[in-house]
């Protein structure tokens, strides 16, 4: 039986096209594409949704499409700014409706996750805790591995540091191995219940 292509979503970004973080994000998911899996990248403008209200049941056609996704991964990379030390507001909000997934049976349950930071000195670290600690509550299992990134690493919105672009694709190579488990077929149980009859 051949084996299904695994399903990443990869959510982040800022509302600056090109920004750091969405560039960090577009190589960790063309990595897993190329490593065997369908990807989905919702970034900047396209996760520029209204303030999350649970006490509003309808949501617009673009969250609906985003939590759709959701619901088909079988792996998350989540790519943020840091922003005093922690996750952007524009990504904490897109996690925020994740929260619609609560009955599903338990938001991101059984998948997995992985971080990416980009900040200035070393608020990296924390705001890859930020996302580690988000995965974690959303029900998820987070890579043990992420990645800080600092504004160096990019020549404008390229990437120019070699060894950045290496931890990127060891950090969706290790992504796509973990979330094949899930998608692997399972065996086919004999069923031992068959011609135990007494005649």
């Known amino acids: 039986m051949a084996a299904v292509r695994p399903f990443i979503v990869g959510l982040g970004g800022t509302l600056r096209p090109g920004s750091t973080s969405e560039r960090a ?5 063309a990595t897993a594409a190329a490593r065997g899996a369908d990807t989905r990248l919702f970034a900047g403008p396209s996760i520029s949704f209204a303030p999350y209200d ?4 309808e949501r617009s056609p673009e969250v609906a499409e985003f939590i759709a996704a959701l619901r088909k991964a079988d792996g998350v990379i989540i ?14 909000n897109a ?14 349950l059984e998948r997995h996750g992985a971080a990416v930071a980009v900040a200035d000195g070393d608020q990296a670290e924390t705001t890859l805790g930020s996302i580690l600690h988000c995965l974690r509550a959303m029900g998820a299992r987070p890579l043990a591995y992420g990645v800080g990134l600092t504004g160096e690493s990019f020549d404008g919105a390229e990437l120019s540091d070699a060894a950045a672009r ?3 694709d060891a950090l ?7 979330t094949r488990a899930r998608t692997a077929p399972r065996p086919r149980l004999l069923d031992l219940t068959r011609g135990t009859g007494h005649g």
């Open 172 to 178: 969706a190579r290790r992504l796509v191995q973990a």
């Open 25 to 29: 994000l577009t190589i960790a998911l």
């Open 95 to 108: 996690l925020d409706y994740v929260h619609d997934m609560r009955h599903h049976p338990v938001a991101l």
């Open 54 to 57: 649970p006490a509003i049941a």
């Open 166 to 168: 290496a931890r990127l």
């Open 79 to 92: 790519a943020s700014p840091s922003y005093h030390g922690s996750i952007s507001g524009l990504v904490k």
